[in-house]
């Protein structure tokens, strides 16, 4: 998968390194010198340093043949621009980080996706309190689609995921049993303990829980 990234800061140098790591051809764009050339030294992505709401340099990024383009400086209307000048030259998806809650009515106008860091704070906590085997990771889309982690409980009965009444529109994308991290098949057998990620929507979270052997956020 291809992916151009806008803004090579705290946020765009985790992802850059945690996608090339997974094997991603990632480009980032990054106007600073200093976050450019640090990212440079200690990581193997394309760095390309400027504005990232420059037409040329987002060409030159090839980002008309990007999977994806996420946007996620620290400045709402560069991550805006950036979304829209890269949906115009033909990327895949684009998803925006939004810093401000109040420029949201913004980005939903002209149909630029969002991931919001209340939206992230404000269901985990949430979830933390009501559900402590329960974490969320983050949302995805404009909060519709959730990353989460949830422990299996201990009276669990080991038995393979095809067993699982997971819903339809749910995903096991990872299960650690031990030191031992896995992506799931069908024949993959849970065991009490494990600690699954999950991607759902939001509304199949309750859903998920019940399957893996929690009841209204209890265990059974």
Not at 184 to 193: D, Q, R, S, V, Y
Request: charged share 25%; proline share 5%; glycine share 8%.
């Amino acid at each position: 998968m291809r992916v151009v990234l806008i803004g090579g800061g705290k946020v765009g140098s985790y992802l850059a390194r945690e996608l090339h790591k997974d094997g991603h051809v990632v480009t980032v764009i990054e106007e600073s010198h200093g976050h450019a050339e640090t990212l440079t030294d200690e990581s193997k992505v394309l760095v390309l340093e400027g504005d990232g709401t420059d037409i040329r340099l987002l060409k030159a990024a090839d980002t008309g043949r990007a999977d994806w383009v996420l946007a996620v400086t620290g400045l709402d209307e560069v991550n805006l621009v950036a979304c829209q000048l890269a949906s115009t030259l033909g990327a895949g998806q684009v998803l925006a980080r939004l810093n401000n809650p109040l420029n949201r009515p913004t980005f939903d106008a002209l149909d630029i996706p969002v991931v919001a860091v209340t939206d992230v704070m404000a269901t985990l906590i949430s979830r933390e309190v009501e559900v402590p085997e329960f974490r969320h990771v983050t949302l995805l889309g404009r909060g519709e689609i959730s990353v989460y982690e949830i422990d299996v409980p201990p009276d669990f009965e080991a038995r393979p995921v095809a067993e699982l009444r997971l819903p339809k529109g749910s995903l096991l994308v990872a299960n650690v049993t031990g030191d031992e991290v896995t992506v799931p098949t069908a024949t993959t057998i849970l065991h009490p303990g494990d600690q699954v990620t999950v991607v759902s929507t939001v509304e199949l979270e309750d859903q998920v829980r019940l399957a893996l052997g929690y009841r209204n956020g209890r265990r059974r």
